[in-house]
């Protein structure tokens, strides 16, 4: 596969791979960071709380998209897009936090995602996973694609076993 061909893909991976990532993370992470405080407070009152399996299942699946974007036979387009728009809005919480704040209503992200959105964006958790998406992304390896390797040249021909030579008449034969 050619390299334009192969990071048109790359980018495609990249734009498909930036909602799932943050959807799957934004809506387990609240969701478990509830499970968590039940659980304690259920262990204080002797009471017990069954597992959310389903938001577990649902961060490891952000787990395993963010190994895919980072797969180094992928164009480095991949990891760089959802890492710069991580990144960039990671950033923009720590440096206007209230212009962030407001302009991140529940009418703009599902009520689902909302809390664990505003958790993950205020602590820096987006800034930290954007940046390291754009480390995987700038190894020259993943923007020069697979080469071919050399052919080697064919092997030469063994040499021939040597043939044993018989006796000649005038040959000094020794019996043994």
């Keep these: 596969m050619n390299n334009?061909?192969?990071?048109?893909?790359?980018?495609?991976?990249?734009?498909?791979?930036?909602?799932?990532i943050v959807g799957c993370l934004a809506y387990s992470v609240d969701r478990l960071r509830l499970t968590v405080a039940l659980g304690l407070n259920a262990s204080l009152d002797g009471t017990s709380v069954p597992s959310d399996w389903t938001s577990f299942g649902v961060l490891l699946a952000g787990a395993v998209v963010i190994g895919l974007v980072v797969y180094a036979?992928?164009?480095?387009?991949?990891?760089?897009?959802?890492?710069?728009l991580m990144a960039a809005v990671g950033l923009l919480w720590v440096l206007e936090p209230r212009w962030m704040v407001d302009q991140s209503t529940p009418e703009l992200v599902p009520e689902d995602f909302f809390m664990g959105y505003t958790n993950m964006a205020a602590n820096g958790t987006f800034l930290l996973i954007g940046a390291a998406l754009i480390v995987a992304s700038v190894s020259p390896q993943?923007?020069?694609?697979?080469?071919?390797?050399?052919?080697?040249?064919?092997?030469?021909e063994p040499p021939a076993p040597p043939v044993a030579k018989m006796p000649g008449p005038d040959?000094?034969?020794i019996a043994s």
Excluded: Y
């Design 142 to 156: 993943r923007w020069r694609g697979a080469r071919a390797e050399p052919s080697a040249p064919p092997a030469a």
């Design 4 to 20: 334009a061909a192969r990071h048109g893909i790359g980018a495609l991976a990249g734009v498909v791979a930036t909602p799932l």
């Design 171 to 173: 040959d000094d034969v």
């Design 73 to 84: 036979r992928l164009s480095a387009l991949a990891s760089l897009i959802p890492g710069a």
